[in-house]
């Protein structure tokens, strides 16, 4: 069966921009979580989501939001661009209500410029 | 490829030899961890977990230990082969409902 379909794998923006990025999880997998991975900082958690429901949140500011979608579709919005958001955001779903492993996509590398 | 840490600790092994993967976890209460292989362009993929009420699990050429008391849980990877060349990460979760903590990760770097 299909994995983690993460659209588009690859973004570049200019400052104070903004942008969507979206995640498909694996068919019948209801919780989507998004990750941040840059150099420096490893894997940061942004959000998490569970039946259209926001569940978690990590230390983000504002300008990082997400959604979910009945179908289980999740989109993340950046806005207003800082070159600092520059990574490789990473799209994860389980097939479970809990949070025990996920399976990863393989990621938009985003390049803010 | 994408590079995923610049700065990451390198583990370089002999094709053949054993690995060692070593990662410190950050909370005495989390009652799950996991260990994730990352290769260049993709994102990270299950290798193998273990519950806090165990103490070893082995997989096909892989084994995870865990020591609570000192905090520590480490991967081994029985007769490394080129394809292991790869970040390994450590995660970790409080509980059920809390999302995975993620170690910093370690380049494993196999030579032929």
């Known amino acids: 069966k299909a994995g983690v379909t993460q659209t588009p794998r690859y973004l570049i923006k200019t400052r104070g921009q903004q942008v969507t990025l979206s995640c498909s999880p694996i068919?019948?997998?209801?919780?989507v979580s998004w990750y941040q991975q840059t150099p420096g900082q490893g894997l940061q958690f942004l959000f998490e989501?569970?039946?259209?429901?926001?569940?978690n949140k990590g230390n983000f500011p504002g300008r990082f939001s997400g959604r979910q979608f009945s179908n289980s579709r999740s989109e993340m919005n950046v806005s207003t661009l800082e070159l600092g958001d520059s990574a490789l955001y990473l799209c994860?779903?389980?097939?479970?209500?809990?949070?025990?492993?996920?399976?990863f996509g393989s990621g938009t590398r985003l390049t803010v410029v | 490829g994408e590079s995923v840490g610049l700065h990451l600790p390198t583990l370089s092994v002999q094709e053949g030899d054993n690995s060692i993967i070593n990662c410190a976890h950050s909370?005495?209460?989390?009652?799950?961890f996991i260990w994730y292989k990352q290769e260049s362009g993709k994102g990270p993929q299950f290798i193998i977990d273990?519950?806090?009420?165990?103490d070893k699990r082995q997989g096909q050429r892989v084994t995870v230990l865990l020591n609570k008391t000192v905090k520590h849980l480490s991967l081994q990877i029985a007769a490394t082969q080129p394809g292991d060349s790869a970040v390994y990460f450590c995660?970790?979760?409080?509980?059920?409902?809390?999302?995975?903590?993620f170690g910093k990760g370690t380049r494993l770097s196999v030579i032929a």
């Open positions: 994860a779903s389980s097939a479970q209500a809990d949070l025990y492993g996920y399976t």
């Open positions: 068919s019948g997998h209801r919780s």
């Open positions: 989501y569970f039946s259209e429901t926001q569940r």
């Open positions: 909370n005495s209460a989390s009652d799950y």
């Open positions: 273990i519950r806090s009420n165990m």
């Open positions: 995660a970790e979760n409080l509980s059920g409902n809390t999302p995975l903590v």
